[in-house]
């Protein structure tokens, strides 16, 4: 699990659950993506409000028949997966915001794969 230790990049893709490619849901087709490129994992996060690109209002609302919420991808990776990941399918997100920042992995324990 070593490999997992240590500085890596933490990169944070936010959209909406209402944006879509090939008519799936985008998060769910750049998860499937992070799976194939073999990357350490992800973690979605659906939010209860936030402000888009064009400063406008998502929130959850109890009457609406169609929800636009904040969804956040998450990926601790080194630099480099993250990079050949972004220059693969960055084409998909037509719109999103898309960071990078510095990560200190300080324990990773999987007992599956420890026992192999």
């Given at each position: 699990m070593k490999r997992y230790l240590g500085s890596k990049k933490v990169m944070r893709i936010y959209?909406?659950?209402?944006?879509?490619?090939?008519?799936?849901p985008l998060w769910q087709q750049l998860l499937m993506r992070i799976k194939e490129e073999g990357m350490a994992g992800a973690?979605?996060?659906?939010?209860a409000a936030g402000i888009g690109a064009q400063t406008e209002l998502h929130t959850f609302e109890i009457w609406s028949l169609s929800?636009?919420?904040?969804v956040v991808i998450e990926v601790i990776e080194s630099e480099e997966a993250i990079q050949n990941f972004l220059d693969r399918y960055d084409s998909m997100i037509g719109e999103g915001?898309?960071?990078?920042?510095?990560v200190e992995v300080l324990r990773y324990k999987n007992v599956s794969r420890e026992r192999h």
């Open positions: 959209l909406d659950n209402s944006d879509t490619f090939e008519g799936k973690t979605v996060f659906k939010a929800q636009k919420l904040p915001l898309v960071t990078l920042a510095n």
